[in-house]
């Protein structure tokens, strides 16, 4: 084979060939020394030009061509292909413009840098990358929502809508977010309780073990066993589990009516001690000073990580990545050993088939992992625009999705261990002790852990490890917002490129996030955050996903995208990429925007249904969001000469009057007379688009 290779290159080329070659040679001229620097040392990749490509100076073997000479150019005495042809004829009307600017200087050696790259950071190395997009998509919701999911829609059986989901949603969104942050290099809170249960878990007995009278109601019924009741007559037995009366009211954890169900210390504790919730949206009730001050301490960490951008993340990601394993690990071990453990896994773990049938269970295991994996909300674009050009993107999108969705499966493990303790204490099913939602995690966990011995060391453990979940996601989510403006000031030149530039806005902007977390620090602040994390994050992420996929493969199109993606990990992408990314998930989306608006149910929290004009609210913040996506790409259109071409195409043809000579002179003239430019302003014409675009440009 080699023998042959060999042989063929002494043959001379056809036409189709020689010019690919030279396409190939000239496109390696122009951005290869770039690259080659650029993976030399450890930072982002430099964009070059469009004009670059013909504008620089090609060695061949014979020559030196410069592109201000006169055409033909060739590179190795053949002739340029179509691409590099195109390049260069493109380039030689801008040659003298761009001669004159330094910034475009290509013989000095002075590739162009797009403002908004210059200065730009990057990670300290792959590891720190592969750990922080861990961390990023492995969060609170991996511990509570699929786990809730699993046993709500048949148990083991709703593996296989979610691994098939992550197949034809989950892959091609993620990796396709990773190759076009990382080709382009530029840019698009729950942790505060975890910090307020792990300033309360350090005591000699957890203050959500017993109802305390301070926050107690009148359905409070805490565990007693036998030996512990100072008096029998006072303790309502379930199957050998005594609950102490301390209330008022007849109550039974078996009832399905909500006033007569007894509750739980810890979900007491949750409700009115540490939310203090109120009974409805409209009652907002006191500010929380409590939770003000955990959301301030979460944001001074959130800031102190952040301050000097992703170096100081990546460090962070050693930890926030790896810490939750070792802790869920800890935990599954301990759980392992209760009694009841075995009922609740093979709860978890037990199919039913039948509920695959339910367009319902499809449709949350696509939602489940699409937003599992926190795609389509600038996050993974940001991470991955601080990658060094060349990084292989494709193996981090598969390993880091494959990860994401096994770290589910198995804090669902640890999950229903101890669900399944709890319910053979209480002498209940587990399905009538799970919940979702923040529920699982802040009421129905922290309620097993007193069941534990030395349960104050598992509670701090514990939400250290629930605490560090949420911060891994935040430190992510904020970056994601600071990298999209910081780039955007930066390309207007309204910020510099300074660290000093950069403390100040980071510290600014982490600022005003407090702020706005201050509104939901009153008794009414989580029917607030239940009703935005509905709007945000159901159609508006939904709708950017089919927008982005529309846009890179049918505008941009796919063809180029393809051609990038070789660029950098050294191969075009397979044939199962390409039918996911143009058409089997594109159709899988609008199937679930079109299910989700048909089926769409009202906003509730618990039992709690949100009235009209909230439900209104929710929508209406939703189309907001949507709305900036049309909105923005109408502006950039009309301020980029889209309003001039319009304008120009209103107009009538050239051969639009009357057909006979004698009266379309008069009309003619009248044009003449009524318009200082005469008939060309009136009739459409190339060359008054032109004028009119040439105008429009001088003006800015």
Request: with cysteine.
């Amino acid at each position: 084979m080699a023998e042959k290779d060999r042989n063929d290159g002494d043959k001379p080329r056809n036409a189709s060939n020689s010019a690919d070659t030279a396409d190939e040679k000239l496109l390696k001229n122009s951005r290869g020394s770039a690259e080659e620097a650029t993976d030399e040392s450890d930072g982002p990749a430099t964009p070059v030009h469009p004009g670059y490509v013909a504008g620089a100076i090609y060695q061949s073997d014979e020559k030196v061509y410069n592109p201000e000479e006169t055409q033909p150019f060739a590179v190795a005495n053949q002739e340029l292909g179509p691409v590099a042809a195109a390049a260069a004829a493109a380039a030689m009307a801008t040659s003298n413009s761009n001669a004159a600017d330094p910034q475009w200087n290509v013989e000095a050696g002075n590739l162009p840098v797009d403002a908004a790259q210059q200065g730009r950071a990057a990670w300290g190395g792959k590891v720190e990358f592969f750990l922080t997009a861990i961390g990023y998509a492995v969060g609170l919701g991996n511990v509570w929502r699929f786990p809730y999911l699993c046993y709500k829609n048949g148990g083991g059986a709703f593996l296989l809508p979610y691994c098939l989901m992550l197949a034809l949603v989950g892959l091609p969104c993620f990796f396709l977010e990773l190759s076009f942050g990382q080709f382009a290099s530029l840019g698009p809170l729950t942790i505060w309780r975890c910090l307020f249960y792990l300033v309360h878990s350090f005591q000699a007995r957890l203050p959500w073990e017993s109802c305390d009278e301070s926050w107690r109601s009148g359905l409070c019924r805490e565990y007693r066993s036998p030996g512990e009741s100072e008096n029998a007559t006072e303790a309502i037995s379930y199957g050998g589990a005594y609950w102490n009366f301390t209330g008022e009211l007849e109550c039974s954890f078996n009832s399905t009516n909500v006033s007569t169900k007894c509750r739980a210390p810890s979900e007491e504790f949750y409700e009115r001690y540490v939310l203090r919730l109120t009974s409805s949206i409209e009652d907002y009730g006191d500010f929380n000073w409590r939770l003000a001050i955990a959301l301030f301490i979460a944001w001074i960490v959130v800031t102190l990580v952040l301050i000097k951008g992703i170096q100081s993340l990546g460090k962070v990601s050693y930890f926030t990545a790896i810490f939750p394993y070792l802790m869920l690990t800890a935990m599954l071990i301990r759980g392992a050993t209760l009694p009841g453990a075995l009922q609740g896994v093979l709860f978890y773990v037990k199919p039913k088939w039948g509920r695959l049938l339910d367009y319902k269970v499809w449709m949350e295991a696509a939602t489940q992992i699409f937003f599992s994996l926190s795609c389509c909300n600038g996050g993974l674009i940001a991470m991955s625009s601080y990658n060094k050009f060349r990084n292989n993107c494709q193996r981090d999108a598969v390993i880091v999705a494959l990860i994401n969705c096994a770290t589910s499966v198995f804090a669902g493990f640890v999950i229903f261990c101890n669900l399944g303790f709890m319910a053979h204490k209480k002498n209940v099913r587990v399905e009538d002790v799970a919940k979702g939602g923040p529920g699982l995690a802040f009421v129905v966990y922290p309620e097993a852990l007193t069941h534990m011995p030395l349960s104050p060391l598992w509670a701090v453990l514990f939400f250290i490890m629930m605490a560090t979940l949420g911060f891994g996601s935040q430190f992510s989510i904020t970056e994601t917002v600071l990298c999209a403006f910081q780039d955007e000031l930066r390309a207007m030149g309204v910020m510099g490129a300074s660290k000093k530039h950069a403390v100040i806005y980071r510290v600014i902007v982490c600022s005003f996030l407090f702020l706005l977390g201050l509104t939901m620090c009153f008794g009414g602040g989580m029917y607030l955050l239940n009703l935005v994390d509905n709007a945000v994050s159901t159609f508006p992420l939904l709708v950017c996903c089919i927008v982005e996929l529309v846009v890179l493969m049918y505008i941009y199109p796919y063809k180029q995208l393809a051609e990038d993606i070789r660029l950098m990990v050294g191969g075009k992408p397979n044939i199962y990429w390409r039918a996911t990314w143009v058409v089997i998930t594109p159709l899988v989306m609008v199937i679930l925007i079109i299910l989700m608006a048909v089926f769409n149910e009202p906003i509730t929290y618990g039992t709690y249904k949100y009235s009209p004009p909230f439900q209104l609210l929710c929508v209406l913040i939703g189309l907001f969001i949507i709305a900036w996506i049309p909105a923005l790409a109408i502006y950039r259109y009309c301020r980029e000469g889209g309003w001039i071409l319009l304008r120009e195409f209103l107009k009538p043809v050239e051969d639009w009057g009357p057909a006979k000579p004698k009266h379309r002179s008069q009309f003619l003239d009248k044009l003449a007379q009524e318009s200082t430019e005469g008939p060309a302003a009136f009739f459409q014409s190339k060359l008054s688009i032109a004028a009119e675009m040439q105008r429009a440009a001088s003006k800015e």
